[in-house]
């Protein structure tokens, strides 16, 4: 298992809305995600300043397959039609990022 940390803006004006989205994420998605090997995934937000945090614990062998195979799934790209306007990406974000990835420095179970 390992555990993986990621940060991007929220538009301000869509605060509102992205929580809404959140507060109800579409079944299909939900059940993408657990079949791409990701469980515990949690995402916080920082107001005023309108940071997004990700966390969630990856629990397959292939992460970058799993991705692959959620970027193509076709309900993930409709979700990520709606949610991305809400998003802005970090300037600081590695190429091909749209969430910026982090490192972990520290942990205890």
Known sequence: MQRMGMMIG???DKVAEYKRLHAAVWPE???LISSCNIR???IFL???ENIL???WEYHGTDFEADMAKMAANAKNKEWWDVCMPCQVPLETRAKGEWWAMM???FHLD
Do not use: C, D
């Open 53 to 55: 945090f990700g966390t």
């Open 10 to 12: 929220l538009n301000g």
């Open 29 to 31: 998605i939900l059940e």
């Open 103 to 105: 490192e972990e420095v």
């Open 46 to 48: 920082r107001e005023p």
């Open 40 to 42: 515990n995934y949690t």
